[in-house]
């Protein structure tokens, strides 16, 4: 119980900090706009129509936002110094990192959220369903679950936040195919249930790397 | 240490004649695939060597994963030797089945590149042990470097089996061009592939050898240059 309650105070911390800057979700969201907007100008016109790549588009800007805030989120820490405040908490270290994936993936759902009404609205797409906000949510999870030991790792090198893509993307690129390719597949009218390969694909994806990362975190921050 | 080096010279000379008696089997014992037009039986003999490169670079990265599994268990620096030369001998077969893979491709698919899933696969595979060494030359402290890779290797060498798998089932409304499986190897063949996977793995152990050895010296070095203070 109180390793929740540990976890819990470090997602409540990172949202309050966030409240009063507004720094990673104002950023993130702009770059997913910034994203939509540029495959619009690359697509436009050289494509039958935008339904046929806005799955894609839609994933890339999810992927390229959430790099930056993942980034953000340990770089935060290092900066003014509190991660050593973190590691000196009596709390378990995978506490940190359930803490700092949880915030992570509030402030990434926050930004698909008013993302998605955006892309119904500049591509006449009917996007906006429950299954998608699914497919979202456990999409999302994978990418912030590995992103969240590889943010750790990058902003302790050299590159500092340029490694956190270069380690990320090969990873997850079986959250963003099967992210893709379920958002594609609802866009054309599919049930829900025809996607069952894909959803388990992203499950097992999402609980393996969850439990990997649990029992690596620990020495991605030990000093 | 003389011994064993004697020893390792031996293996090593067992792996070269090992290695060039396999080209020869594979370039004049094997018999012909049938029905192929003449380009593609010669590129067919690729097979010998393709295959084993590409079942080579797997068990190199399966064995960087073991070795950082060994490095985060124990915390001693030859678990973190081990995956780091096993890698760098992974990433050559990559490129040695990938290079082989397209010289076969060209005459039998038309293409030296299609986006099918094994070769999409193999692309990721790359640039995640590209990723790999990136990680490792962004940092300077050994101890955190060995950390670092060990995580990142054993995220690596997990998160390729669910690649495959997805990227097998993106692709599955197109037809399938060809299947792999669909000539298999004759009876004639046999040998020669087994002895070519045999004397391939005896080859990828020497490297791997060899390249803990120069590992071992290159530790050996610093620690005398710290003692003689440079």
Known sequence: MTFWRAVGAIVWKDVRAELRTKDIFSSMFVFALLAVIIFDFAFELRVPSMKMVAPGIVWVAITFAGTLGLNRAFVIEQDKGSMAGLLLAPVDRSAIYFGKLLSSLLFMLLVEVILLPLVMILFNLAILSWQQLVVLLLGTYGFAAVGTVFSAMAVNTRAREVLLPLLLFPVVVPVILAGVKMTGALLDGEPFSTLGNWLRLMLVYDVGFTVVAYLTFGYVVEE | ?230
Request: net charge positive.
């Open chain 2, 1 to 230: 240490m003389a011994r064993n080096d004697r020893g390792l010279t031996a293996l090593t000379a067992v792996a070269a004649a090992g290695i060039l008696l396999a080209a020869a089997f594979a370039l004049i014992l094997a018999p012909r695939a049938a029905g192929l037009t003449p380009n593609e039986t010669f590129a067919q003999r690729i097979i010998y060597f393709h295959v084993p490169s590409a079942w080579l670079s797997m068990l190199a990265f399966g064995v960087t994963m073991v070795g950082s599994i060994g490095y985060l268990a124990s915390g001693q620096r030859r678990w973190d030797g081990l995956a780091l030369c096993s890698a760098e001998i992974g990433i050559a077969f990559t490129l040695a089945a990938m290079a082989s893979g397209s010289v076969w491709a060209k005459p039998a698919w038309n293409a030296w590149w299609t986006w099918d899933p094994r070769l999409t696969t193999y692309t990721v595979v790359l640039l995640l042990y590209i990723s790999y060494f990136m990680l490792r030359d962004a940092m300077d402290d050994p101890a955190r470097r060995a950390r670092f890779a060990a995580v990142y290797g054993i995220f690596a060498f997990l998160s390729v089996p669910i690649t495959f798998f997805s990227i097998r089932w993106w692709r599955t409304i197109h037809p399938v061009l060809f299947d792999a499986k669909n000539f298999g190897l004759s009876h004639g063949m046999r040998p020669v592939f087994f002895f070519s996977l045999a004397a391939f793995t005896l080859l990828y152990v020497i490297l791997l050898l060899h390249r803990l050895r120069l590992e071992r010296s290159k530790e050996a070095v610093e620690g005398l240059r710290e003692q003689l203070g440079y």
